[in-house]
């Protein structure tokens, strides 16, 4: 078989195996690593005799993505503060582009992150692609019946710590907007009746720009924290935290990040925050906050 007709066949399949491991690994970075990783196993065998190219790359781009995600464990582990998945722009044309159109909500990575390696795999295998329980038992190299037992494990799991959004998406981008206004103006009365009483600030630095190193509970702190990061004096302790000056500018745009609303703000033409909120019942429950710039080139 030529070589251009080996790199078509895989190229074929590029966006899908990047979505699975994505979902398994929660970064792109590593995601783009196990399909490149991907890519030179496939280049290394005769895909002559491959029958269903599709069944087999996703069966390599699993295991790989298993092994990776049992290596970078302790990494994940050292991580200083909270360590949250790498948000996804998700707009109609990147969608179509990288497979990322379901099962990539933010708050459900972060659920994910709490399964096993092989929990993981099989319910963004089963949940997200809906592949059978054999070809998943194929690919992580177990039976069907313990590929079946895993999701079953694991869908548990997942249900019963995964968050019951608001499911009206103009619902949500309109909370996100006033959500972002009232900090912005410094309204603590209008911030806090916005918030459920035992809402929660995740907050993802990595040590690299300063943000809270554990989560913080309760309406009238977060509230509180929100105001004092968005006033004049600290915006610009921030913006000279990643290199910026009041000069280089601050928007606030409200794109689909994560197959859901968000607000992200950008400064010198690069995003610097990106708040992403679970909200139910028109109240805020959850806020993710990502600023580690290593984080915030894909949105």
């Known amino acids: 078989m030529s070589v251009e007709m080996t790199v078509e066949r895989f190229e074929r399949h590029r966006d899908l195996l990047t979505g699975v491991a994505y979902r398994i690994l929660g970064t792109v970075a590593d995601a783009e690593d196990v ?87 099989v319910f963004v295998l089963r949940e997200a692609f809906g592949l059978p329980y054999a070809e998943i038992g194929e690919a992580i190299g177990r039976s069907e019946a313990t590929a079946r037992q895993l999701s079953r494990r694991a869908r548990r799991h997942v249900e019963e710590r ?42 993802d630095g990595g040590g690299k720009v300063r943000a809270p190193l554990r989560s913080i509970t309760g309406a009238d702190k977060i509230a509180r924290l929100l105001i004092s990061i968005a006033s004049e004096t600290g ?46 019942d028109g109240l805020i429950e959850t806020i993710y906050l990502v600023v580690n710039p290593e984080k915030l080139s894909r949105v």
């Open 35 to 121: 399909v490149q990783e991907a890519w030179l196993r496939w280049s290394g065998v005769d895909a002559g005799v491959v029958e269903d190219d599709r069944a087999y790359l996703i069966r390599v781009t699993t295991r790989l993505s298993i092994d990776r995600l049992r290596r970078i464990g302790a990494r994940r582990e050292s991580y200083v503060g909270e360590w949250l998945p790498e948000p996804v722009a998700t707009g109609a044309d990147v969608a179509e582009r990288v497979e990322l159109t379901t099962s990539v909500e933010l708050a459900l990575l972060v659920v994910l992150e709490t399964l096993s390696p092989l929990e993981r795999a």
């Open 162 to 203: 995964r968050p019951r959004f608001e499911v009206d998406r103009a619902r949500r981008r309109e909370i996100t907007e006033r959500f972002i206004g009232a900090a912005v103006d410094g309204d603590l009365e209008g911030l806090v009746s916005m918030l459920a009483a035992d809402a929660t600030l995740v907050g």
């Open 235 to 280: 915006a610009r302790r921030f913006l000279e935290s990643v290199g910026l000056t009041e000069a280089d500018g601050i928007t606030v745009e409200f794109p689909e990040v994560n197959d859901a609303p968000a607000a992200v703000v950008t400064a010198g033409g690069r995003a610097i925050t990106m708040f992403s909120l679970v909200v139910r």
